[in-house]
């Protein structure tokens, strides 16, 4: 069974960074990215940054290119998100995902997710 564990993620002033992490448990070794999406209440799921361990190339959204970074953890596989020049319209729930080399779908697995709030 696989299971994505997130945390880092909290509240923050805007201007301010933090940095999210993602790891996975499990049978992990068709894994062939990792990823990071966001939703604010009443909007629509958003993507963030990917992460594909092959080539490792990483992609990013339109409103956070720039501003975010993201990383494989060495040796684990697990992604981190930095997130810098942090600004309110950022606030969301914010879920790791992983997909399956081969697979149909972009990502099979999600996580619960973890909160992260941008005051003014």
């Known amino acids: 069974q696989v299971e994505l564990v997130e945390s880092g993620g909290g509240w923050v002033q805007a201007g301010g960074s933090l940095r999210l992490s993602c790891a996975a448990y499990?049978?992990?070794?068709?894994?062939?990215?990792m990823g990071w999406f966001r939703q604010a209440p009443g909007k629509e799921r958003e993507f963030v940054a990917s992460?594909?361990?092959?080539?490792?190339?990483?992609t990013y959204g339109d409103s956070v290119q720039g501003r975010f970074t993201i990383s494989r953890d060495n040796g684990r596989i697990a992604v981190n998100l930095h997130m810098n020049s942090l600004k309110p319209e950022d606030t969301a729930a914010y879920y790791c995902?992983?997909?399956?080399?081969?697979?149909?779908?972009?990502?099979?697995?999600w996580g619960p997710g973890t909160q992260v709030i941008v005051s003014p």
């Open positions: 992460f594909t361990f092959s080539g490792r190339v990483a």
């Open positions: 995902a992983a997909g399956l080399r081969g697979s149909s779908e972009q990502y099979n697995y």
């Open positions: 499990g049978p992990t070794r068709n894994f062939y990215k």
